[in-house]
Structures are given as C-alpha cells and as structure tokens.
C-alpha cells in the first residue's frame, strides 16, 4: 500500500485554521476542539499499518504563527509483510517564522519479523518551534522484535539540528551496553526553539542541549511507563 496524507495549518489573525486536511487510508486525520488559537489534530491509523511492502508519507506544513498540535490515539504495530518485505513510514514537516508544531505520537510497536523504517524529517525557520517525541517498543509481550531504522533529520533556518540514525532489531547489539542494554523500549524526545534546559541525567535516561539550539532527551526502560518517566 502507498499513501500519503498532508496536513496545513495557517494562522488566520485570532487562531490557527486547517487550509488542508487530506488524508488517505491508513492515515487519517481527525480535527479536534483547540485551546487558545492552536488547532489539535487526531492522527489515526484506520487499517493495520505499516505492513511489509507499504509506503506511507505524511507531510505537515505550519504557516508563519500558526500553531498545531499533531498527536496519536493508539500504537503503531509495524507488521511483517507475507514475503518478508520492508515497510516505510515517513513524516516531512515544515514550520515557517513564529510557528509552532507539536508531534506527539503514540509508540510504535515493532513486531515479530517486520523490517520498518521510520524517518522524521523537519525543516525549520529560525524562530519557529518544534516538539516531537518517538517511543520504541521491541516486540510485544514475550515476543522477540522484528528490526527498525530510525531516522531524525531537523534543519533550523538551513543549519542541521540533529542528524541520527539508529537501526535496532539485532539481540546481539541491543543487548550491548553501547546500544539499548536489553532494554525494550527507547523514547528520544526533541524540543527545537523552547527554553534553554541544562544537560541532566538519570537512571537510564539522559537531557543533552545540541550545538545548533534544541535539547535531546532519550530514555531506556524495559516499559514504556518507566521509560516516559522523565517527561
């Protein structure tokens, strides 16, 4: 299956309106009652996805003072295909002076024999504002994981953010302390164009300000209550 849905917001003066909201199965998107003047935004996935073989792109694009929250009603089971085919999930984001986006997600599950690839890609104006977080689940309870590469690409006015890609799947790697220490789920949260925060850490969770501006928070837990503690 390929499809892609978009999704743009602009600030009309007093609030943020929806000047397109197009989605295409299996993404499907549900406005909602906003706070203030930011529009909110269901993204629900209306047929099992991602599967083996499909392609799915979700483009967001954020007018100059336009704020948009962007959030998920269930996780995500990325699902091996019948031939043992990979699946893409794709977001590509824009945010333009004064806007603000919000992309919040639920996690996504990596299942038995799936091979994902899931990638985040944003570009910034110099003052806009992003949130996105990505919660991880190695397979579902008692079940050994399929494999997923996970890819952050964010730009702010032409200079790279953070550019990061972490592919998870291999038990001999995942269990390694370099990687996710048998942990089975990862949250890596980002905030580009809030309050400066200081680098913190915790048991197994860690806050690190980036060179461009934004901080980079990741979290490791064997469950994804532990592991959103933090936040």
């Not at 550019?163 to 942990?183: C, E, F, H, K, M």
Request: aromatic residues 4%; proline residues 7%; hydrophobic residues 40%.
């Amino acid at each position: 299956m390929k499809a892609h849905a978009r999704l743009t917001a602009c600030f009309d003066g007093s609030r943020t309106v929806l000047r397109e909201l197009r989605s295409m199965a299996p993404l499907t998107l549900f406005p909602r009652r906003g706070r203030g003047s930011t529009a909110v935004v269901h993204l629900v996935n209306s047929a099992t996805s991602p599967l083996g073989g499909d392609d799915l792109t979700l483009s967001i694009h954020v007018g100059p003072g336009a704020s948009l929250r962007l959030s998920g009603v269930a996780a995500t089971l990325a699902l091996p295909g019948l031939h043992g085919e990979g699946s893409l999930s794709t977001v590509e984001v824009v945010v333009e002076p004064g806007g603000s986006l919000e992309y919040l997600p639920e996690p996504t599950v990596v299942t038995a024999r799936a091979r994902h690839n899931a990638v985040f890609r944003a570009s910034l104006a110099s003052d806009a504002y992003l949130h996105t977080r990505e919660v991880l689940v190695l397979g579902r309870a008692g079940e050994r994981p399929g494999s997923l590469v996970s890819t952050l690409d964010v730009v702010r006015a032409g200079t790279p953010v953070v550019r990061q890609t972490l592919p998870v799947g291999d038990a001999g790697l995942d269990g390694s302390l370099a990687v996710l220490a048998g942990r089975r789920v990862l949250v890596t949260d980002l905030e580009v164009g809030g309050p400066e925060l200081p680098a913190a850490s915790g048991e197994w969770w860690s806050r690190s300000p980036l060179a461009a501006g934004g901080t980079l928070t990741t979290s490791l837990a064997p469950d994804a209550v532990t592991a959103l503690r933090p936040f």
